[in-house]
């Protein structure tokens, strides 16, 4: 891993001049954000740092700017509800985790939205 200036941004962009990946650095670790754009532009994720570790909440996007995955962390981990979702926005399936495994089951929703009952 490449150590950073305490408390620096790293930017990489693509052959377009779009902002490609930005990286927030403290003490030389990867700390608070890391987030991913789409050659376009649109934001693909956002992942949160602590301590070199993901921590707290992740999100995935899809092209359309729709959110296609919340998932938390803690210390690198799932911890917490972890739902995806339709393209559409809605939501698809969700379960909970804790020190990285899944706790029950999945809940699964038809693509409006509406429970899916086993």
Sequence with gaps: MEIYKT???????YKNGNLR?????????KELVYKKY????????INNF?????DGVSELYYKNG??????NYKDGKECGAIKDYCEKGNLKKEAN?????????YT???????????
């Design 21 to 29: 990946r930005q990286v927030y650095y403290n003490n030389g670790k």
């Design 50 to 54: 602590k301590n070199g570790k993901r």
């Design 97 to 105: 985790y804790k020190d990285g495994k899944r706790k029950g089951f």
């Design 108 to 118: 699964y929703y038809y693509e409006k939205g509406e429970l899916q009952i086993p």
């Design 7 to 13: 408390n620096s941004v790293k930017n990489w962009y």
């Design 38 to 45: 789409y050659e376009d532009g649109g934001l693909c994720f």
């Design 66 to 71: 729709n959110l296609k995955k919340e998932a």
